[in-house]
């Protein structure tokens, strides 16, 4: 048999980290010997475990140490990383070291340094003067760029157990339709409340960032999320043309997708509503120019244009219009989306599964995130594709955001519309 030796470092017996690594060796037919195990006494003291892999090919056992690697283990015997040019403009090398969402590190000229712009599914492109790292898309790769290749020199650093117990604790982001949510919606409320409050005592600031859909709108949550807008709680909104259309049309003509928000019911021509907003912001030119005009005086985007939130609107191939401001280019949208998220420090993401998995790709495992949906297979779907680290909510969004804004000091007199 061919064997490797592999260290792991840190909180691993409570974090689960070292079961997962053993479980991992074990089911793709490898077998360890454990060579050196030095467990801390206390929460605060880190653990140390050598472990010997084997396995019965070469092959077999690069498989292995590739798959332990996202859990902290790192090869015993240290190399810089490789690696190669990119062969032309958006091209990466065919051994391009694909990236996870955990923090990263790479191995350069005998030191290791950190790996900037953290997301999964990416490239990890090295710059010569200054020496760094940072994890780039495979469209940004430019000819000659140097690409880390293989896993050799990489290391990365999983989530720990944190010391702070409430829901966003990693080991609890479970989805479930039949547990209560009052706990997790002001374990919610007090992140936001820290927020707020760090950015109005000239702490560093965190932004708080919501990605939703136009749910939010047709179920009754309108009145809520403007509300936490306005009061200094959103920072961020990332959605598609259809929630901006349908809040405005709410605004104009009291209606979404032409059912009447007080009436409960469709009227007349009310499938026309959505359309005729479109146009009229069209002709004005601009949502901030309407909200400014006073066509569009109260609503979501009314109050991302009053608070200054950072919106980033990307289309789908299904739009109406669209509105001024949508993105159309799938790529632009991604690179604006990426260029919003320095600083969040909480990511709601609220009735919109393609926003939601969108988002989800591109944040670091570190940022707490939020799923909420109404139908349970989005947070599943979202923790499928990575985003594990998301807690899932099973509630519609009118009930979430409501509670929320209510958590946070909403007096809702007129209840829920």
Not at 87 to 93: F, S, T, V
Not at 282 to 302: C, L, P, Q
């Amino acid at each position: 048999m061919v064997t490797q030796t592999v260290i792991l470092n840190g909180h691993i017996i409570d974090s689960l980290i070292l079961a997962k690594v053993l479980d991992a060796i074990v089911m793709l037919g490898g077998r360890f010997d454990l060579l050196e195990v030095k467990i801390g006494e206390t929460r605060e003291v880190s653990s140390h475990v050598m472990i010997q892999v084997k396995a019965e090919t070469s092959s077999l056992l690069g498989e292995i140490i590739e798959a332990i690697q996202p859990h902290g283990a790192t090869v015993e015997i240290e190399h810089d990383c490789t690696v190669q040019a990119a062969p032309a403009d958006g091209i990466l090398p065919d051994a391009f070291y694909a990236s996870s969402h955990f923090p990263t590190q790479v191995r350069l000229n005998g030191q290791w340094i950190d790996v900037d712009r953290v997301e999964m599914d990416l490239a990890i492109v090295v710059r010569q003067n200054p020496l760094s790292a940072s994890m780039i898309p495979m469209a940004e790769v430019k000819k000659g760029d140097l690409i880390v290749t293989g896993s050799e020199g990489v290391r990365v650093f999983p989530l720990e157990r944190p010391h702070e117990r409430d829901v966003f604790g990693f080991m609890e982001a479970q989805v479930s339709s039949e547990r209560p949510h009052r706990h997790i919606i002001c374990d919610i409320a007090n992140r936001m409340r820290k927020i707020k409050q760090g950015r109005e005592t000239g702490e560093p600031l965190q932004k708080v960032l919501l990605a939703g859909g136009p749910a939010i709108v047709h179920a009754g949550g309108r009145e809520a999320l403007a509300w936490l807008i306005d009061s200094g709680y959103i920072h961020v909104l990332f959605c598609g043309n259809a929630l901006a259309a349908h809040d405005m049309e709410a605004g104009i003509f009291g209606t979404s997708l032409g059912y009447s928000l007080g009436a409960g019911r469709a009227v007349p021509h009310g499938h026309e509503h959505h359309l005729r907003t479109i146009n009229r912001i069209r002709g004005i030119g601009s949502i901030e120019t309407a909200v400014e005009s006073g066509v569009v005086h109260d609503g979501i985007m009314a109050a991302c244009v009053h608070r200054g939130v950072n919106v980033v609107m990307a289309g789908t191939i299904r739009d109406d219009g669209p509105l001024p401001g949508v993105i159309t280019d799938s790529i632009h949208a991604q690179t604006a989306m990426r260029a919003a998220l320095p600083g969040v420090g909480l990511v709601l993401l609220v009735a919109s599964t393609l926003h939601a998995v969108a988002t989800g790709n591109l944040l670091p495992a570190t940022v707490p995130t939020v799923c909420v949906d109404i139908n349970p297979a989005v947070p599943t779907k979202l923790s499928d594709r990575g985003s594990f680290q998301a807690v899932g909510l099973v509630m519609d969004s009118s009930s979430f955001l409501g509670e929320l804004a209510r958590e946070l000091g909403w007096e809702d007199k007129e209840g829920p519309r």
